[in-house]
């Protein structure tokens, strides 16, 4: 299912030229109103459902139902993103409210850590992939010479 704008949370990301929703979405699907100041999803059957402006959404004004193999029975899921996790809510149909805690990032905020820490890949041109043939326990990979 599509992901869909609660207008009573939606505060238009307060008169800014371009809304966070509308910034992030790759299909372009957002659009406001700017006499309501509340956004809306224009295109519901284009939504491919990637999350990306309900995760974006600072005031969690946008919903979408979770994916079946997560959330079964048609519950709907909002997340609350800090600097180091997300904790998505939850809601099931019946009303019943289960939240889940995970962390999203290995470095602090800000910091990025090139390839994993893991060596770069010395050569480009190598058959071989990046961190092998460490990664697969060998002390070789053949290739076609
Ligand atoms: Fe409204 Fe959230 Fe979109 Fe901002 S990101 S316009 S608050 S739905
Ligand atoms: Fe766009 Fe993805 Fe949001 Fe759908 S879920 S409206 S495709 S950002």
Redesign the pocket.
């Known amino acids: 299912m599509?992901?869909f704008v609660n207008p009573e949370k939606c505060d238009g990301c307060k008169a800014l030229d371009k809304t966070a929703?509308q910034y992030?979405?790759?299909?372009d699907?957002?659009v406001l109103d700017k006499d309501a100041m509340k956004a809306w999803?224009r295109e519901p059957e284009?939504?491919?459902?990637?999350?990306?402006?309900?995760k974006i959404c600072p005031v969690q004004a946008?919903e979408?139902r979770g994916y079946a193999d997560f959330v079964p029975m048609g519950a709907n899921v909002t997340p609350m993103r800090s600097t180091d996790s997300i904790m998505w809510t939850v809601k099931f149909r019946n009303g019943m409210l289960k939240r889940f805690k995970f962390p999203i990032r290995t470095t602090a905020e800000g910091q990025a850590q090139p390839a994993g820490g893991y060596k770069p890949h010395e050569d480009l041109n190598s058959q071989v992939l990046a961190q092998e043939p460490e990664a697969l326990n060998m002390s070789e990979v053949y290739t076609i010479k």
């Open positions: 599509p992901s929703c992030i979405c790759p299909n699907l957002m999803n284009m939504c491919w459902e990637c999350y990306s402006c309900v946008i979408v």
